[in-house]
């Protein structure tokens, strides 16, 4: 089963504009990752935010995390074409021995 | 990743057949996992080892074997091969930490089997 849950299942903006994919997640967390999958490949790990964390920046990502709400946002800002892919997250939740539960995933497309 | 790699990258086979998926890492990582991604969905554990002599079961374990031979190889085997097994399977890695302090997994590049 899923613990988390991406929204929207699909974005497509445009080069230089913002996208924000929204994660929401069932149980407790000692932190939410996301990753990011190019086509086929691997996936990427991108950022990690602890639960007792609330904001985390890295270069052109924003990632928050609402413990209340049980959500988490990605923001990839000034977006680009290399940025196309499918982004996950992934909660590892209280009691799990670090095992990571994976949520359906976004499919962004940057288009020129 | 190159320091995680996977073989065979593609394979194809037939209902009934045992086949074995392998993985191996230089990161000098304890635990190592295994997943199943279907096209469109996340990835699902199949089995997991935090070291040697520790292997678990995943959510979705059933039609699947493991073996750790080392601490750098986790090979994964389809027992009798079938057609709703034909998926995308990822190995990755992480370096295994205390506290509750969280951990990044590294992933190999995939092996896409289908069975016919």
């Known amino acids: 089963s899923q613990q988390g849950e991406e929204d929207p299942q699909a974005l497509s903006i445009q080069e230089g504009e913002n996208a924000t994919m929204n994660c929401s997640y069932k149980t407790s967390i000692n932190n939410l990752q996301w990753y990011r999958q190019n086509s086929g490949r691997g996936l990427v790990h991108l950022i990690l935010i602890r639960s007792n964390e609330r904001e985390k920046h890295s270069g052109r990502l924003r990632v928050t995390l609402d413990t209340s709400k049980k959500s988490s946002s990605l923001l990839i800002t000034a977006s680009r074409a290399a940025d196309t892919a499918s982004y996950f997250c992934?909660?590892?939740?209280?009691?799990?021995?670090?095992?990571?539960?994976f949520g359906t995933g976004t499919r962004l497309q940057v288009t020129l | 990743d190159a320091d995680v790699t996977q073989t065979p990258r593609n394979r194809i086979t037939k209902t009934g057949k045992r086949i074995m998926l392998e993985c191996s890492q230089t990161?000098?990582?304890?635990?190592m996992y295994w997943y199943r991604q279907d096209p469109g969905l996340g990835l699902q554990l199949i089995y997991y080892s935090f070291d040697v002599k520790d292997i678990n079961k995943g959510e979705i374990s059933d039609g699947y074997s493991v073996s750790r031979q080392a601490q750098a190889k986790f090979s994964l085997s389809l027992e009798s091969a079938i057609p709703n097994q034909t998926a995308l399977y990822f190995c990755?890695?992480?370096?295994?930490?205390?506290?509750?302090?969280?951990?990044?997994?590294?992933f190999g590049p995939g092996t896409r089997l289908l069975v016919l």
């Open positions: 992934a909660t590892d939740a209280t009691g799990t021995a670090s095992k990571l539960t």
């Open positions: 990755a890695t992480s370096p295994g930490t205390s506290g509750g302090g969280g951990e990044t997994q590294y």
């Open positions: 990161k000098g990582h304890d635990r």
